[in-house]
């Protein structure tokens, strides 16, 4: 199972980005799909959460303004629309998923918290 994320980029004050992390492989089933971020110096910090599809949080600093999804067919792509973007929101962003894979040798499913490669997005005019 692996993550792959695109869609970062260098946008002006008050632009939009749409994020994807897409995960792959013999997936039973996703849990949680979050949305991190980490600026030069700082600490990496929770962006926006997407619990089974219905239930979403978002850090303060981006309420209104940052919407996170999954695609409705599958459920392993999840989606970040940042609208309004400030240049304090540069970062590398990255996504986390929690999900179990069929493990067929085990009879069962093995559990990953699995992180992506990180995308840098850049808010500077």
């Known amino acids: 199972v692996q993550l792959v994320e695109s869609g970062g980029g260098l946008v002006q004050p008050g632009g939009s980005l749409r994020l994807s992390c897409a995960a792959s492989g013999s997936i039973f089933k996703i849990n949680t799909m979050s949305w991190y971020r980490q600026a030069p110096g700082e600490q990496r910090e929770l962006v926006a959460t997407?619990?089974?599809?219905?239930?979403?949080?978002y850090a303060e600093s981006v309420k209104g303004r940052f919407t996170v999804s999954r695609d409705n067919a599958n459920n392993t792509v999840v989606y970040l629309q940042m609208n309004s973007l400030k240049p304090e929101d540069t970062a590398v962003y990255y996504c986390n998923v929690e999900l179990f894979e069929n493990a067929y040798d085990l009879g069962g499913y093995r559990y990953h918290d699995l992180w992506g490669q990180g995308t840098l997005v850049t808010v500077s005019s």
């Open positions: 997407d619990t089974t599809g219905t239930n979403t949080k």
